[in-house]
C-alpha cells in the first residue's frame, strides 16, 4: 500500500506544479478508445474515439503479447485486428482477434466488449466498459490466465500533461484488481509532411501499474507443461506462500512509451515504443526489462 499511496500523491501534486510553468494549448481528446495500457493489442496509441457515430476498423503488429505489465516465458509476437464502433450519445462496441504468430491455432484470442464514454467539463473524460476475453485451448498468452474485465478510466488534461487513473477488476478464471497511472503529453507538428491534410504527433507517456497478478498464478497451473522447458514454476499443495503473494496488491510495472503516429483525415500509422520495467514478479517466471515495438494502422469510417 505504500507504493499506492506514493503513487497518489505524485499524481496529485506533479501536474499542479507543472502546470505553473509556461505551456502552450494542447489538443484534448474527447473520449477514451478500448484498452491502451494494460495490453499492448489495441488499435493505435492515441486513446481517442469520436463523439460522432464512426466506425473505426485497425490492424496491429506486436512485438510481445503484454498483460498488466507481466509477459508470458517466451516472446509471443502477434497480429491483431480489432474494430471500434461509436454512437452519438457515447455508447461504444469493440471487438478484437488476435493470432501468435509461429503457432498453429488460427485464432489466439477474440475480445468481446463495450461501455460509455463521458465529458463532464471541460478538460474531464472517461469512460466505463466491459470485456470478454475468450481464448483457444491451445492458446499460450499470458492473458489467458483472465476471462472478463471491468475497466473505469478518467482522465483530466493539465495542458501541459494528461493525467489517467484506470481501475480494473479481472473476475471468471481468475480475481484481480489494478490501478494504472499514467501521465502523458501530446504534441502534434505544425508542418505538413506530403500536403496540407496530413501532421504528425507525439504522446510520450510514463504509466506504472499497481495490482494483484492471481492471473499469472493461474496461468503457470493452466500451463504446466511448459514447466521444465520455459521455467513456469506451479508450486506444490504445501506450499502456498507464492500465490499468496500473487494476491496481495503491490506495485508491479513502470513503463516509458512514445508513439509517434502519421495522421490523415481519416486514417492514422502509428509506431510506438515501451520500455517495460516490471517489479515483484512472483514465482519462477522470470519477467524482466524489456523493449516492446507496435505497428498500428487504422481507417475511421464516418
Known amino acids: 500500500m505504500k507504493y499506492f499511496c506514493v503513487s497518489i500523491f505524485l499524481i496529485a501534486v506533479y501536474p499542479l506544479c507543472a502546470a505553473a510553468g509556461k505551456t502552450h494549448a494542447a489538443k484534448y481528446s474527447d473520449t477514451v478508445s478500448a484498452d491502451t495500457v494494460k495490453t499492448d493489442t489495441s488499435v493505435a496509441d492515441t486513446n481517442t474515439v469520436l463523439r460522432k457515430q464512426s466506425l473505426t476498423i485497425g490492424v496491429n503488429y506486436g512485438s510481445d503479447e503484454n498483460f498488466f505489465g507481466r509477459t508470458g516465458p517466451i516472446k509471443f509476437p502477434f497480429m491483431s485486428m480489432d474494430a471500434i464502433y461509436n454512437t452519438k450519445n457515447g455508447f461504444f462496441g469493440y471487438a478484437s482477434v488476435l493470432k501468435v504468430l509461429g503457432y498453429s491455432p488460427l485464432f489466439d484470442e477474440l475480445d468481446l466488449g463495450g461501455g460509455y464514454s463521458y465529458k463532464p467539463f471541460k478538460n474531464f473524460a472517461g469512460t466505463v466498459s466491459y470485456t470478454?476475453?475468450?481464448?483457444?485451448?491451445?492458446?499460450?498468452?499470458?492473458?489467458?490466465?483472465?476471462?472478463?474485465?471491468?475497466?473505469?478510466?478518467?482522465?483530466?488534461?493539465?495542458?501541459?500533461?494528461?493525467?489517467?487513473?484506470?481501475?480494473?477488476?479481472?473476475?471468471?478464471?481468475?480475481?484481480?484488481?489494478?490501478?494504472?497511472?499514467?501521465?502523458?503529453?501530446?504534441?502534434?507538428?505544425?508542418?505538413?509532411?506530403?500536403?496540407?491534410?496530413?501532421?504528425?504527433?507525439?504522446?510520450?507517456?510514463?504509466?506504472?501499474?499497481?495490482?494483484?497478478?492471481?492471473?499469472?498464478?493461474?496461468?503457470?497451473?493452466?500451463?504446466?507443461?511448459?514447466?521444465?522447458?520455459?521455467?513456469?514454476?506451479?508450486?506444490?499443495?504445501?506450499?502456498?506462500?507464492?500465490?499468496?503473494?500473487?494476491?496481495?496488491?503491490?506495485?508491479?510495472?513502470?513503463?516509458?512509451?512514445?508513439?509517434?503516429?502519421?495522421?490523415?483525415?481519416?486514417?492514422?500509422?502509428?509506431?510506438?515504443?515501451?520500455?517495460?520495467?516490471?517489479?515483484?514478479?512472483?514465482?519462477?517466471?522470470?519477467n524482466h526489462k524489456e523493449s516492446f515495438y507496435n505497428l498500428t494502422f487504422y481507417y475511421v469510417f464516418y
Open 132 to 286: 470478454r476475453f475468450i481464448f483457444n485451448k491451445d492458446a499460450h498468452v499470458i492473458k489467458s490466465g483472465s476471462s472478463n474485465d471491468l475497466d473505469w478510466n478518467n482522465s483530466y488534461n493539465w495542458n501541459i500533461m494528461k493525467t489517467g487513473v484506470t481501475l480494473d477488476y479481472l473476475f471468471g478464471v481468475s480475481h484481480d484488481y489494478f490501478v494504472t497511472i499514467s501521465n502523458s503529453h501530446y504534441f502534434e507538428s505544425s508542418f505538413s509532411v506530403f500536403d496540407d491534410k496530413d501532421y504528425l504527433t507525439f504522446t510520450p507517456a510514463v504509466n506504472i501499474i499497481l495490482g494483484t497478478q492471481n492471473f499469472v498464478q493461474r496461468y503457470s497451473l493452466d500451463h504446466d507443461f511448459l514447466m521444465d522447458a520455459n521455467n513456469i514454476y506451479t508450486p506444490p499443495i504445501d506450499e502456498p506462500r507464492i500465490a499468496h503473494e500473487n494476491a496481495m496488491f503491490n506495485m508491479l510495472n513502470y513503463s516509458f512509451k512514445l508513439p509517434i503516429a502519421y495522421n490523415r483525415p481519416h486514417y492514422t500509422l502509428e509506431f510506438a515504443y515501451k520500455y517495460s520495467i516490471p517489479v515483484n514478479v512472483e514465482g519462477a517466471l522470470k
